[in-house]
């Protein structure tokens, strides 16, 4: 930071932090146009670009809008917007507000609210306006925060790996400039990444009309490639496909994870779960065609573990049973009472094939559906939000052009390939031999260690720009912060390539003054404040099954020993997220492997081939290969080997270096998702960290499932007999229900939880030890056989019991029932000496076994939330049911004298669960809505017959219903 | 006092006056001193960066630091028990062992006292557990087991200190007499409480001395349930049993008589206290040793016989500590606690100095297995499945389990150097009776 060019002294941490409500609207400060005009006058200058003006805007940015604020001239005309809180009017020091912002995952956006206290971002919400969101989020979105802070973020300009300022960063973007007009783009190629932005589609087509000669590349490397391929082929038309879950009867998956990896996966839980919910209608049925496991598969009411060679078999003996009313002989015994099914549900049916399937087995689903009629009730068909790359500018094609030596200039815009290209390519080594390579990144990833030039990418929440979410919908991005380091987006830079001003705002406000001419300030701001722009949804259009379509004669199989699948990460993503150091201790939905990935292959395979979890193996796919341990995983489909990417970065920061294994090493250009291989044990064993063992279903008192004709989970436990006297309530008690028919097991609850309590990270050697310091964490059991087991969730955090065994035992009253029935944990009394965790049946207490909260993986300061208590060492912690928001609710009703509103508290938990299995509430008043979900029949409560009477009792799930269930 | 009893006792009086002690005493307390540099060094670091150097996690939140407290409390339980015994029924015996038998028990007290404290995720507030006037007016949790612990310890500590410091006073007195420098005649002096040898001192003496051993007595039952009620008391299927406090006296006396068994050994083997302990001393206390060792048979049977009818998630509990992960250290310690003493039937055994000792360390490593085999063995299997882990000890926790051993021989080889090691004034009076 001491060697940042001179703006930075407004962007640097020691600038005075402030509030501001709305940040488009700082921007438009008096003060600050006055300083900026008597400072930097070339600004005015409209299409001027020297050299000093453009680093002051770049650097500077909104940072700079702190300046009047510290001129001393605020005291006369209008009072500077960026102010200090107590000049904000409406605004009460201490509390927190929330900016209306997008995020993006594999290039389409998810709304989200992020809650910032003077002036930085500690905990991040969903957008309930934002429909790829609803008010929840996924693990992803909560992590943000912590990325933002990520002491390994990119801090200064690279050249050859050698720090420089950022006034030699712009003397190397005027000669890009200079070189780009002069040969109009001729040797120039742009690498950026295909997002759903149409800022940046706007400006990349001005940069292509500017530079006719240089060429684009938009790759898109979690597309599911295969899905527009098949509409093209089923439909003629590249199509994306939208769901309704709230109108199916029967959803059949084939491959993917629609709770979790598929896009639009927050909102497809969430309507799941409304549909299951609607009492009006019989329960829905998922049938889950996978050869991974998935929280789909998981949660399905019948799930058919398939090679992945054998899906499309599969979805083609449907087809044929459906259309040419003839099923093979040899299809799967699965699909005759599937087809009946089918049939029965009709257009209240539908077909979602995953990402990495293949696209003749995305038209065949496509096929499927058009044929049940489902198009119009449960899926939607729309234009491309993600507009599918030609062939031409695709990764292999910018890969034959540097080989051909047609390349002397390359901008990488926020791309990884050195890490994630297909293996084939060898893109690291292309990137070096490229005259001139800029990258910019966020990080110093290994695209940055192979560029000539490396810029430093600004976080989501430090810029502006436009996001389209799965459904086509437009969500803003704005910052929530001034910039932690000088830094560029990547419309910055595009902007500054093409002489323009490098704001942020004023590159998102002119893609949209095209479109809303007059009406431009209303919606504009109306925009930022919802975080939506309404109205934005892309048009349903008509798909209709070509009449020659037929589906493609299925060639011969080769024979393979193995199926080899590559997957996203539950916890990594696609390794972007691999300095994460929240997201790398998350433990995984259904291994709970955390700080690693393992090739996850079925316990039978690994029988047949002697390895057990932990071996080491050499996967072979061609001439690839890539070591990884082994993860036996029940319900894994047989003689497949699912290789988790994401992890085994070269180049992430201290957090992800080298942490698990690189299956990108194996994955290749041609077969991006499925391929085939051979394995060989390596005959040497590793430690992986897990923190669950695979265990049963432990009989029925712990995790209930109840039949759906009779949901009668037991009831609460007999009175039993109690030295104690009955705690008496007068005004609050508070008390919890948690769904487990609802819980797909997505951690978002658990990262939220850990955001929200400044729950620290421990580290892999500590997790060994079985020191993990979650407050929530999810319980995985199994049930059936462990080729094709059920697998169960269920959230587990502090019960509050009320006959708490852990206060009686405590020798120092560190641990005591509160008035409202909350058992609270008194952090300075407590002198550690474990013994309430001891008498805990639950075992939901933490224990500062070392003084994490300073610890090296500890977040930095600014990221920890400012209404919750750091732990010491030797100190015991435990979920508190967010008594921060229960004390910001108290005092928000005090201040309105009115009682506390049913629903006016909500836990982080519950805040993040897309399928709303958490209910926080007043248990005394009998109209809450936890009271109302208390008296239901499937209320019981864990361990109750140990007479602890616990405050959080389990909606016990409901059995699968119909053919094959149970 | 004749001249004739003085000069009995002169040995056992110079050699605490006397500047030289010998090159094996000075190796042994090198060795035992370098196991306390061992001490203080874990002692330390456990302290500075806290627990976590040790292998407890949730839910292994105890690990090494209750097994050697209860193995400690059983030790100083034993000994104490013992001596007091002597000092009631004035056995012959008591001339010999017992001032050695209640250092024993003091040290044993003063180990395990360490663990309860350094246990602690934060030592330095130990003294929260004290109902001391805090501004907050904030009292201990007398519902609490830990508290009954404090209590309990602290009043093992007192009456230990008590019962060997009165039976010192006389014998302070002497040394201070015969001290040649002023300094250690001060030293002596100051400790001997201004003693005088009146009639009127031995009376208030004897009484004081044999009250304290009286109160001793139910100290032993009250100490060792209290270390089981600390289990008893919880939710833990393993050890959410009533039979543990009984299950803890039992081995505790085992414990206690083989310790005192094998100290009996060694002193009359390296000191040469044939006279002092005969034969039918060692007999009658390996009869001891053997019948309690079936008493703790009987409840190991009982044990499993109640597991097996208890509710199912005991019966699990139980299996899992004698079938699973931790199965060795259960069936070593019925092998060390129950089997091995039964080689006292034969009369053979009951006169082996070998068999002796190695008895006498079989059962005492049997006890702490015992104790392994419950703390640790009895957290594997909780209520949820979901938390069932495992547990490995580190070198730090090792280093205390040895540290503490050390720390005992060092404190023993100190008190051997510094007071007389058999009391002088039984000495004299049981050669007074002998003359008459």
Not at chain 1, 267 to 285: H, I
Not at chain 1, 348 to 358: I, K, N, S, T, Y
Not at chain 1, 454 to 469: I, N, Q, T
Not at chain 2, 173 to 189: E, H, M, N, S
Request: aromatic share 10%.
């Amino acid at each position: 930071m001491n060697d940042s060019p001179p703006f930075s002294s407004g962007s640097a941490p020691s600038a005075p932090r402030r509030l501001w409500r709305s940040l488009e609207e700082l921007q438009d400060a008096p003060d600050l146009q006055a300083w900026l005009d008597a400072e930097f006058p070339n600004i005015a200058r409209a299409g001027s670009m020297d050299r000093r003006s453009w680093l002051r805007l770049v650097g500077a940015s909104l940072a700079l809008a702190g300046l009047p604020a510290c001129s001393g001239e605020g005291a006369v005309g209008d009072p500077p917007l960026l102010s200090p809180p107590e000049h904000l009017p409406g605004h009460v020091p201490g509390t927190p507000l929330f900016v209306a912002t997008s995020l993006e995952l594999a290039g389409l956006g998810r709304g989200v609210l992020v809650k910032t206290q003077e002036g930085r971002p500690f905990k991040i919400e969903g957008n309930p306006l934002h429909p790829a969101s609803l008010g929840a989020t996924d693990v992803w979105a909560q992590a943000e925060v912590l990325s933002l802070y990520d002491p390994d973020r990119s801090r200064t300009p690279l050249q050859q790996g050698a720090e420089r300022t950022w006034e030699d960063a712009e003397r190397l973007l005027a000669t890009m400039r200079t070189e780009l007009a002069f040969g109009r783009g001729k040797g120039w190629r742009f690498l950026l990444p295909q997002t759903a932005s149409p800022t940046l589609d706007r400006l990349v087509a001005a940069m292509r009309q500017g530079f006719p000669e240089a060429r684009w590349h938009r790759p898109a490397p979690l597309a599911p490639s295969g899905a527009q391929a098949g509409a093209i082929s089923a439909f003629g038309r590249a199509v994306d496909l939208v769901p309704d879950l709230t109108q199916a009867d029967l959803v059949l998956t084939l491959g993917g994870d629609i709770f979790l990896f598929e896009p639009g996966h927050i909102r497809l839980a969430a309507d799941w779960q409304a549909r299951r919910r609607n009492r009006e209608k019989p329960l829905p049925r998922l049938v889950a065609v996978e050869s991974t496991p998935s929280l789909a598969g998981a949660r399905a009411d019948q799930r058919i573990p398939l090679r992945p060679r054998l899906v499309e078999g599969f979805a083609h003996a449907l087809w044929a049973g459906l259309a040419q009313n003839a099923v093979p002989a040899e299809a799967h015994p699965a699909v005759a009472t599937l087809l009946a099914e089918l049939r029965r549900a009709g257009p209240r049916a539908v077909v979602l094939a995953g990402r990495e399937q293949p696209a003749a087995v995305h038209a065949l689903a496509l096929a499927i559906n058009a044929h049940l009629g489902a198009f119009g009730t449960t899926v939607h068909a729309i234009e491309p939000v993600v507009a599918p790359t030609p062939p031409e500018e695709d990764l292999p094609a910018l890969a034959e052009a540097i080989t051909a030596g047609e390349v002397s200039g390359l901008v990488i815009l926020g791309a990884n390939p050195a890490y994630d290209a297909p293996a084939d390519l060898d893109f690291g080594r292309l990137v070096r031999r490229v005259p001139l390579s800029v990258h910019l990144g966020f990080g110093r990833d290994e695209t940055a260690a192979a560029s000539t030039w490396h810029l430093p990418k600004c976080h989501p929440l430090e810029s502006f720009g436009d996001l389209r979410a799965f459904d086509g919908i437009v969500g803003f991005r704005q910052p929530a912060c001034v910039r932690l380091v000088p830094s560029l987006s990547p419309e910055e830079l595009l902007a500054n390539l093409l002489g323009q001003a490098p704001d942020g705002r004023e590159l998102l406000a002119a893609t949209w003054a095209e479109q809303w001419g007059a009406d431009f300030d209303i919606r504009f701001t109306r925009a930022l404040e919802d975080g939506v722009v309404e109205g934005s949804a892309a048009p349903r259009i008509p798909v209709a099954l070509r009449p020659d379509w037929s589906p493609a004669p299925r060639p011969p199989l080769p024979p393979a020993e193995l199926d080899i699948l590559f997957s996203l990460d539950p916890s990594l993503w696609d390794g972007s997220y691999a300095n994460n150091a929240w997201l790398q201790e998350l433990p995984k939905p259904l291994t709970k492997q955390v700080w690693g990935n393992a090739a996850l292959i079925a316990p039978e395979t690994a029988a047949a081939r002697g390895l057990s979890t932990g071996d080491l193996i050499e996967v072979i796919a061609g001439e690839r290969r890539v070591a990884a341990p082994v993860w036996l995983l029940p319900g894994h489909a047989p003689d497949t080997v699912t290789l988790p990417l994401g992890y085994g970065r070269e180049s992430a920061g201290a957090v992800g270096w080298r942490v698990g294994f690189d299956a990108y090493l194996l994955r290749t250009a041609a077969d991006p998702w499925i391929t085939s291989g051979t394995l060989t044990p390596l005959g040497s064993q590793v430690e992986l960290i897990s923190t669950q063992h695979h265990h049963a279903l432990p009989g029925h008192a712990v995790f209930r499932i109840v039949s759906a004709d009779r949901p009668d989970a037991g009831g609460p436990p007999a009175k039993l007999p109690s030295l104690y006297p009955e705690w008496r309530y007068e005004g609050h008690a508070w008390g919890m229900s948690i769904d487990l028919d609802a819980c797909i097991g997505c951690n978002a609850c658990v990262i939220a939880c850990q955001a929200e309590n400044n729950v620290m990270v421990v580290g892999p050697e500590e997790v060994a030890r079985g020191r993990e310091m979650h407050w929530l964490r999810i319980d995985r059991y199994h049930g059936g056989a462990p080729e094709n087991p059920d697998t169960f969730f269920q959230p587990v955090l502090c019960m509050h019991c009320e006959k708490a065994p852990c206060e009686v035992v405590c020798p120092v009253n560190a641990t005591v029932h509160s008035a409202e029935g909350l058992n609270d944990m008194v952090y300075n009394r407590c002198v550690g000496t474990r013994t309430c965790s001891n008498n805990c049946p639950y075992k939901v207490r933490r224990f500062n076994f070392f003084d994490y909260s300073s610890a090296e993986l500890a977040p930095p300061d600014d990221a920890l939330n400012p209404h919750v208590t750091i732990r010491e060492r030797g100190v015991m912690e435990k979920c508190t049911y967010c008594i921060q928001r229960i004390w910001t609710a108290r005092t928000q009703a005090n201040v309105e004298n009115r009682p506390i509103r049913d629903g006016e508290i909500v836990t982080a938990c519950q805040q993040a669960c897309p399928t709303q299995a958490f209910r926080f509430g007043d248990v005394n008043d009998e109209n809450s809505a936890v009271s109302r979900l208390k008296r239901e029949p499937r209320d019981y409560a864990m361990l109750g017959e140990l007479n602890t009477q616990p405050r959080t009792t389990y909606l016990a799930r409901i059995a699968p219903t119909g053919e094959n269930g149970g | 006092m004749s001249s004739q009893a003085q000069a009995f006792t002169t040995p056992l009086a110079e050699a605490p006056l006397n500047s030289r002690f010998g090159l094996a005493w000075r190796l042994a307390l090198l060795a035992s001193l370098l196991l306390v540099g061992l001490l203080v060094l874990t002692l330390g670091a456990s302290i500075f960066w806290g627990v976590g150097l040790w292998g407890v996690n949730i839910p292994f939140v105890w690990g090494f630091d209750l097994i050697n407290y209860a193995w400690w409390v059983g030790v100083a339980n034993g000994a104490s028990l013992f001596a007091a015994i002597l000092v009631l029924r004035q056995h012959d015996l008591r001339t010999a062992v017992n001032r050695f038998a209640e250092a024993i028990a003091l040290f044993g007290v003063i180990c395990a006292g360490l663990f309860p404290i350094v246990h602690l995720g934060r030592p330095w507030l130990f003294y929260w557990v004290f109902p001391y006037p805090a501004t907050y007016h904030v009292w201990p949790q007398f519902r609490s087991t830990l508290t009954w612990d404090f209590w309990a310890i602290s009043t093992h500590v007192i009456l230990t200190s008590l019962l060997w410091y009165i039976g010192l006073i006389p014998d302070l007195a002497t040394l201070r007499d015969r001290a040649r420098r002023p300094r250690v005649q001060k030293f002596y002096g100051f400790f001997a409480l201004g003693w005088r040898n009146s009639v009127r001192h031995w009376v208030h003496h004897q009484a004081a001395h044999r009250l304290v051993a009286i109160l001793i007595l139910p100290l032993i039952l009250i100490m060792q349930s209290t270390v089981a009620f600390e289990f008893a008391s919880t939710l833990i299927p393993a050890w959410h049993d009533t039979r543990l406090p009984l299950h803890f006296v039992a081995t505790g006396l085992v414990q206690g008589l083989a310790a005192v068994l094998l100290v009996a050994w060694l002193l009359r083997w390296g000191l040469r206290l044939e006279p002092f302990i005969d034969d039918r001393d060692v007999d009658l206390l390996s009869w001891l040793v053997l019948a309690s060792a079936l008493v703790t048979g009987f409840l190991y049977l009982d044990e499993a016989a109640a597991a097996l009818l208890a509710e199912p998630m005991q019966t699990t509990a139980f299996l899992n500590r004698v079938f699973g992960d931790y199965a060795a250290f259960y069936w070593m310690a019925v092998l060390c606690c129950v089997l091995a003493p039964q080689i006292l039937w034969w009369k053979r055994a009951r006169r082996s100095v070998l068999l002796g000792v190695i008895l006498g360390l079989s059962v005492s490593a049997g006890v702490w297995l015992d104790r392994f085999s419950i703390i640790v063995g009895g957290f594997q299997r909780d209520y949820l499945p979901s938390m069932w882990r495992s547990y490995s000890p580190t070198w730090t926790e090792a280093g205390l389990l040895v540290g503490t051993i050390g720390l005992f021989a060092a404190l023993l080889l100190l008190f051997a150097r510094t007071l007389p090691a058999v009391s002088m004034f039984e000495s004299r009076h049981d050669e007074h009776e002998d003359r008459a």
